[in-house]
């Protein structure tokens, strides 16, 4: 009885130090970062940025795959399905984890309780842009024209449920028109067919944009920021242009699946902190227009929380119809 009790508290330490142990040498193999948007979208752009940094502070290689789909839908889903062994991380940002989950019936994923908050990366400005050759000046402009024709205009997004999706939809309802919906699988091909007028205007965020709009390939017609952007001095806040509810950054971050073993979630923590410490990543970020914001894991976790219940409010005093 004696050895078995014996054999029995061994198995019990053994079982217990292997998690220490395994976490203690993470990480040991290359870390995969999914980004569940298109390349060249403002997810897309941080997330590559901040892989580079991540993973110096690291001493292991990240590796970047976009899975994007349904409004960042089917990367968070896949990502929330993998293994909780801090080899699988994912760009939790505003839109797939508290505007998507909210404009769903029925959301394929918890944004909280499927996922492991890691940090908050930054806080970035929204932009609506036209193509440069585009009749619109202004917000107002858009407004005016299709308060003329309801539904003739069109906007594109990175799919349903997204930001760029629910902006628009703010939009109509902040000015009281309506513009047709067109979902693509990414900002990126959404710009590029804004480019060729094939679509009337984006609602995007300043990392995806900003080179088109500098490289004179787009026209900014107002920002989100608090204030003019330095490098858009010309170009009104939507709350100067009367589109108060619009003038909201939203953040971008970094999670994993759900219930990662907390020293790996304490060593990614601190890695990210010294990330976001290095000057060039703090100057890379800012020349997005962003601003650089770490957070202890427990403070991302309550901006998600907080940021879901904002949006669901939203959704219900727009009289948003739920997909």
């Known amino acids: 009885m004696k050895y078995v009790k014996k054999t029995s508290l061994a198995l019990a330490l053994c ?10 040498g993470y990480p ?35 590796v970047v795959e ?15 399905k993998q293994p909780a062994d801090g080899y699988t991380l994912v760009m939790m940002v505003e839109s797939s984890h508290a505007v998507n989950p909210n404009v769903y019936a029925k959301p394929a994923y918890d944004p909280v309780k499927d996922f492991t908050p890691i940090s908050n990366i930054a806080n970035v400005p929204g932009v609506m842009v036209v193509g440069i050759d585009s009749p619109f000046k202004t917000a107002q402009d858009v407004a005016e024209a299709a308060r003329k024709a309801p539904g003739k205009l069109n906007y594109g997004s990175s799919g349903n449920g997204g ?26 091909p959404a710009l590029n067919d804004l480019m060729a007028r094939q679509i009337d205007v984006v609602f995007d965020n300043m990392p995806s944009s900003g080179g088109l709009i500098a490289g004179h390939k787009l026209r900014a017609l107002a920002v989100s920021s608090s204030k003019r952007l330095a ?15 619009m003038n909201v950054m939203s953040w971008y971050g ?17 890695a990210l902190k010294k990330a976001l410490q290095n000057p060039e990543l703090v100057k890379t970020i800012e020349q997005q227009s962003a601003i650089v914001d770490y957070q202890t894991p427990q403070q991302f976790r309550e901006t998600v929380e907080r940021s879901n219940k904002a949006w669901a409010r939203l959704v219900k005093d727009i009289a948003f119809e739920k997909m």
Do not use: C, M
Request: without cysteine.
């Open 66 to 80: 976009n899975k994007p789909g349904a409004g960042g839908s089917t990367g968070s889903l896949h990502a929330s």
């Open 231 to 245: 490098s858009l001095p010309d170009v009104p806040t939507y709350a100067e242009v009367g589109l108060k509810p």
């Open 163 to 188: 930001y760029s999706h629910l902006s628009g939809a703010l939009f109509g309802n902040t000015t009281g028109t309506q513009i047709t919906h067109v979902p693509y699988k990414g900002l990126g």
């Open 28 to 62: 040991d193999k290359p870390v995969r970062l999914i980004v569940p948007y298109a390349v060249g979208g403002a997810t897309d752009v941080i997330g590559r940025v901040v892989a580079r940094y991540l993973g110096e502070a690291l001493g292991q290689s990240i």
């Open 254 to 270: 970094i999670g994993a699946p759900a219930n990662l073993d907390a020293a790996i979630l304490g060593k990614l923590s601190a």
């Open 15 to 24: 079982t217990a130090a292997a998690p220490a142990a395994w976490a203690a």
